[in-house]
């Protein structure tokens, strides 16, 4: 497997832009996590999906934001438009069962919002 | 909501065992503790995850007392290439919570 695939690896917008990250989770898995990732605020759980159907979103951070997952294979995080200060590392991470803190990371998007 | 707090850095030498203190005061019955580790540039990997007691794996042991208020990660005989920051997790049972502790940045010295 070639483990979780996030893409665009880099992304570079202008301020009020539409932006959509994309991820790939690991066959089999049932759980999808989002994370955001800065030297300010750490790793931040945006939102989680468990088979397909978000669980707690709690942490996505206003309505400019928004997350997809048609279906198991694909998830979208969107921000619509974007700021400056969304400028991070976006992470995506799969999981699997009950016992699912095992998540397995993507590599990561970094998007720059100038 | 199960909270945690880490070091902010410590640094060891190459081929000394080093351990790694979370605290989560607060931990609920069912929270499950975890650590990861990440490299510049990548995302965060699974070293370790426990309920009570001790576990061990190939890599590292994890040690949770009694009162699971603190867990410690010891990585024996670390080398250069274990620097990395270091995260603990608690998570409630089944999943209900995924938040990350601030991180220790451990950096092996020659």
């Known amino acids: 497997d070639a483990g979780v695939i996030q893409s665009p690896r880099h992304e570079v917008t202008e301020m009020g832009q539409e932006v959509t990250l994309r991820c790939k989770p690991i066959?089999?898995?049932?759980?999808l996590f989002w994370y955001r990732q800065t030297m300010m605020r750490g790793l931040e759980l945006l939102i989680y999906?468990?088979?397909?159907?978000?669980?707690?979103d709690s942490g996505m951070p206003e309505d400019r934001f928004s997350a997809k997952m048609p279906n198991a294979s694909f998830s979208t995080l969107k921000i619509q438009p974007s700021e400056p200060r969304d400028s991070a590392v976006y992470f995506c991470?799969?999981?699997?069962?009950?016992?699912?803190?095992?998540?397995?990371f993507g590599q990561g998007t970094r998007l720059t919002v100038v | 909501l199960a909270k945690t707090t880490q070091p902010i850095s410590m640094d060891s030498y190459e081929g000394q065992e080093v351990n790694i203190t979370c605290s989560h005061n607060?931990?609920?019955?069912?929270?499950?503790i975890t650590w990861y580790q990440q490299f510049p540039s990548q995302g965060p990997r699974f070293i370790i995850q426990?309920?009570?007691t001790k576990v061990t794996n190939e890599v590292a042991s994890l040690f949770i007392p009694a009162d699971r208020k603190s867990s410690t990660l010891s990585l024996p005989r670390v080398s250069l290439s274990d620097t990395a920051v270091y995260y603990c997790?608690?998570?409630?049972?089944?999943?209900?919570?995924?938040?990350f502790g601030p991180g220790t940045r451990l950096s092996v010295l020659p």
């Open positions: 991470a799969s999981g699997r069962g009950h016992q699912n803190t095992e998540a397995f």
């Open positions: 426990g309920y009570k």
């Open positions: 999906f468990n088979n397909n159907v978000p669980i707690d």
């Open positions: 066959s089999g898995h049932d759980y």
């Open positions: 997790l608690v998570a409630l049972n089944y999943g209900q919570n995924f938040v």
């Open positions: 607060n931990i609920a019955t069912n929270d499950y």
